[in-house]
């Protein structure tokens, strides 16, 4: 069985930052992609970015480049991402994923609970 564990989440205002963290247990993720869907309310789960197990490789939604970066700590299993220059809009619940690669949210086959990021305008 597969846990992931999203941390980070809060209330920031329109231009803050916020650094997200997935903690993955019960299993060994050696070799395998993680990374971070977001669902607003109303719209569809949305991919943001996801970053390979060694970190060489990273890929990110076109609308969150440049104001988002992933990254992750394979001695503690978990990956990051670092928020920077919100907006409204990024006001979202965010879920860890594991277990695929690429933007579609079928690919992955793990999934956190997800947290909670709510953006003031």
């Known amino acids: 069985q597969v846990q992931l564990v999203e941390s980070g989440g809060g209330l920031v205002q329109t231009g803050g930052s916020l650094r997200l963290s997935c903690a993955a247990s019960?299993?060994?993720?050696?070799?395998?992609?993680m990374g971070w869907f977001r669902q607003a309310p109303g719209k569809e789960r949305e991919f943001v970015a996801v970053?390979?197990?060694?970190?060489?490789?990273?890929l990110y939604s076109e609308s969150m480049k440049g104001r988002f970066t992933i990254s992750r700590d394979n001695a503690k299993n978990t990956i990051y991402l670092q928020m920077n220059s919100l907006k409204f809009e990024d006001t979202a619940v965010y879920y860890c994923?594991?277990?695929?690669?690429?933007?579609?949210?079928?690919?992955?086959?793990?999934w956190g609970q997800g947290t909670q990021v709510t953006v003031s305008s």
């Open positions: 970053i390979s197990w060694s970190g060489a490789s990273t």
């Open positions: 994923a594991a277990g695929g690669w690429g933007t579609r949210k079928d690919n992955y086959a793990y």
């Open positions: 019960g299993r060994t993720f050696g070799g395998n992609a």
